[in-house]
Structures are given as C-alpha cells and as structure tokens.
C-alpha cells in the first residue's frame, strides 16, 4: 500500500528492493550424481542457453573421517542478471534435480571450488576438465585477468610443444577454429610467443644436427 509521505515511500521501497535482492543471484549451483543424471544431460543445460560450468567428477573426495564420498558433479549456472531461487530450480530441474538449489554469492569462489583450486586439503582436480556450456569460461569466472592469461600462455605452449607447432600463422589458424579462448592471448603476446616458436624450431634443428 502506498504511503502519503513520500520519505516513508522511499524507504518502504529501499527494504523491498533489499528484501527481492536478497533472494536473487546471478549464481546457483545444484549437485547431481553420475547414476541419477540422465543421458545427454550437458547437452540438454546447454540447450538452455545458461551459462554454466560443471566440474570435473569429484570421484576423489572423502569425508571429514576418511570415507570416500559417493562421486558427484558440482554444477554452477550462471545468469545475465540476478534471478530467484524457482528460475534455478526450473533450470536444473530439465536434468532431474529435485533439491533446492543453492545460492553463490560469490561466482568465482565456487568457480575454483569446482576443482578444489583453494582447498588444499582435499584432492585436486584439473580444470581441464571443467565443462563450460553456452559460452561460459572456467578461466575468467574463476582467475583474476593476469592468473588467467598465465594460465593460457601455460596451455598454448604446452600445444606448440606437443604438436611440434613452428608456424605462428598455424598456432593462429588452429586458435581461430578449435581454441577461440586463445585469441585474443596469442594477439598480445606475439612476441613472447614468436620467441618461443624460434627457440623451439632451433631445439628441433640442433636436435636434427646432432643425429645426422
């Protein structure tokens, strides 16, 4: 009901706004287990257009006395803007998750909770292996923009190594096509990277010369 003093108004409205924010959020996570997912289910979440990351199976994690938990995935969509609890549950619900979804405050806490990238005492799991639908990215939910482009750096020279890559046009061809992620990487850091690509084709031709 309205109130004749403006000042009352506002304020009325400020507790209303804080009260609908505090059941909103842009993240919400759910847990679902290998046996209970249903076949397709990563392609039927990325059919929803949501953002989401999904961890690696946590087949590796034990409880506080030591006994193996039941292998699960840790699921996190993320939304364009904050939205309630029964957007989330309608969303996981398309895989047959019936719990109450539980709300991320913090995206890229539970980003690196995904392959317990804090958690020291527990297993360690690669994010290499994070999923990401509908064009969500593991790295820059989860790493701050220089921890991220390190990390891509790491990647893109373990690919120039383990595929023998001397061509920086090559590199670029395949990152456009296969590795779009790395684009952008490999644009700001040509030098470091044509170093490394020269470095590595006089390794391979010293190499050559001595077996010849």
């Not at 609908?20 to 996570?29: D, E, L």
């Not at 006994?67 to 549950?89: E, F, T």
């Amino acid at each position: 009901m309205p109130f004749k003093d403006p000042e009352k108004q506002k304020e009325a409205n400020r507790k209303y706004n804080e009260k609908r924010k505090g059941t909103r959020s842009r993240g919400w996570a759910c847990i679902i287990y290998p046996e209970s997912a249903p076949e397709n289910w990563t392609e039927t979440l990325n059919g929803a257009h949501i953002e989401t990351l999904i961890s690696p199976l946590h087949d590796k994690d034990v409880t506080a006395e030591g006994s193996p938990k039941k292998p699960h995935y840790h699921v996190l969509g993320l939304w364009p803007q904050p939205v309630p609890a029964a957007a989330a549950a309608e969303y996981f619900g398309l895989i047959g998750v019936t719990a109450p979804p539980e709300m991320v405050k913090n995206s890229k806490g539970y980003a690196r909770y995904l392959v317990h990238m804090d958690d020291h005492d527990k297993h360690r799991y690669s994010e290499h292996d994070v999923t990401a639908l509908a064009g969500a990215d593991w790295y820059s939910v989860a790493l701050d923009e220089g921890e991220a482009v390190n990390a891509y750096l790491d990647e893109i020279e373990s690919f120039i190594d383990d595929n023998s890559c001397i061509s920086y046009r090559a590199l670029c061809g395949y990152a456009r096509e296969c590795r779009p992620e790395w684009t952008e990487v490999i644009r700001h850091n040509t030098i470091h990277l044509m170093a490394y690509i020269k470095s590595f084709e006089w390794e391979i031709k010293m190499e050559s010369l001595k077996n010849s």
